[in-house]
């Protein structure tokens, strides 16, 4: 298979078909080494391989669910398509796609309770969809329409994190209060390979494995962060650095979205019983652009994109649901229509979204009135009256 770009380091962390059996491991923390395998259990041709340990965790998935989730990611990969027409046609200033992740966040998504929180960062828009968010609230900051999104507790997901791996701080915390409340819910941080080299994501897994906070770390391996390979800062695989902060871990195919759900649930399991905090590794890949504004063919091989078109997470269980009948036409039309709908509907919502007002800016800075910001608005305020005052300039 391709390497990781055109600097694979010695440990790529490539491979999902050619990664052996599909044996992945969580470690017992750091007294057991190495998490290499990939747990997989729909491979790359949509067959599906028994597995020892996860298909108990996937036992209630039959056909009706399967054919769910395949519906979630046609709706989400509609989503980006429509949401990437937006801004070619200058209705958004900037878009993140998520082609070719669908799997990894609608199976983890899917995972959750209304009750556990997310932290994620700007590319998790399937995630947003799975917790329910309003559609135009996805695209209200790429509008340069608000400062953020919708109010976090509405879905329980924070608003997109734009500082790489600053939400894990956030989802670290949010767990550590989790335990104080006497709670079960569980705190779930995405961030992608570029993130690991963070120092927050590093600090937020020593604190995490200190107190045992309930938290995920959901790390989306898509092979890039922005134009630098992950075989550049990742020389092993990426989930192999958590046992070193006393973290089990697991590798997973996350182009395969009952695996994705069934090490989640495994994850959240753990957490809510008080065993702590799991880092997952979803290995799957960006086939998009880092966002709107980059050009990937200028530093990625078209061969490499090819190879990871072939273990599409979609197309992968379409070939699974054929092969159990679950793919006839009567289905197929209502899951386009429904994707169609959606689409519709987040075009609908983009166009009518209200202008904001210039002082908007100045809202949801702080949760309690501040005054040194009432100053400012007040400023500013006055300053864009003095625009209205202003004599008109007559005929020279
Ligand atoms: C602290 C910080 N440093 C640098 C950037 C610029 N930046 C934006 S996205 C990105 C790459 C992130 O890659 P990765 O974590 O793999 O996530 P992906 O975009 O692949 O989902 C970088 C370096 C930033 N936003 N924040
Ligand atoms: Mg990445």
Redesign the pocket.
């Known amino acids: 298979m391709a390497q990781d770009g055109t600097r694979p380091g010695p440990g790529s962390t490539g491979g999902i078909d050619d990664a052996g059996p599909a044996t992945g491991t969580v470690l017992p923390g750091p007294a057991r080494p190495g998490a290499d395998d990939l747990v997989q259990l729909i491979d790359s041709h949509g067959v599906r391989h028994p597995h020892a340990h996860y298909d108990a965790l996937v036992a209630d998935i039959d056909g009706p669910a399967l054919q769910k989730l395949y519906e979630d990611m046609v709706v989400v990969r509609r989503i980006d398509a429509e949401a990437t027409a937006l801004q070619r046609q200058g209705e958004l200033a900037l878009w ?1 796609p998520l082609l070719g992740q669908e799997a990894a966040q609608i199976g983890s998504g899917r995972a959750l309770r209304s009750d556990d929180f997310v932290f994620s ?1 700007y ?1 998790e828009n399937a995630v947003a969809y799975c917790r329910g968010v309003d559609l135009s609230d996805i695209l209200r900051v790429w509008r340069g329409n608000a400062s953020s999104g919708w109010d976090p507790y509405t879905i329980n997901m924070a608003t997109p994190q ?5 939400q894990t701080l956030h989802a670290t915390g949010y767990a550590m209060g989790i335990i104080n409340d006497g709670d079960d819910a569980v705190a779930v941080a995405y ?5 690991t080299s ?1 120092g927050d994501v590093n600090e937020s897994m020593v604190f995490a494995a200190s107190y045992q906070a309930p938290v995920i770390f959901f790390c ?1 391996n ?1 092979h ?3 134009s630098e390979p992950v075989g550049l800062q990742a020389h092993v695989p990426i989930a192999r650095r958590a046992p070193g902060f006393g973290i089990p871990s697991v590798r997973v195919d996350g182009n395969d979205v009952l695996a994705c759900l069934a090490v989640t649930r495994e994850a959240l399991a753990r957490a809510r019983s008080g065993g702590g905090p799991t880092f997952i590794e979803a290995v799957t890949y ?1 086939m998009g652009p ?1 966002t709107t504004a980059d050009d990937p063919t200028r530093y990625r091989d078209a061969n490499e994109l090819e190879d990871w078109a072939a273990r599409d997470p979609l197309a992968r269980l379409a070939a699974l649901l054929d092969s159990l009948g679950l793919l006839e036409a009567e289905y197929t039309d209502s899951v386009k229509a429904t994707a169609d709908a959606v689409a519709a509907e987040l075009r609908q919502g983009c166009l009518s979204m209200p202008e904001p007002a210039p002082s908007d800016v100045f809202k949801h800075v702080y949760s309690t009135p501040n005054s040194w910001l009432d100053r400012q608005q007040d400023h500013y305020e006055r300053y864009l009256a003095s625009f209205a005052q202003a004599p008109q300039e007559g005929p020279r």
Do not use: K, L, T
Request: net charge positive; proline share 5%.
């Open positions: 993140p960062s590319r734009v500082i790489i791996g600053a961030f992608g390979d570029g993130a963070q989306q898509n890039w962060a922005i960006r880092h």
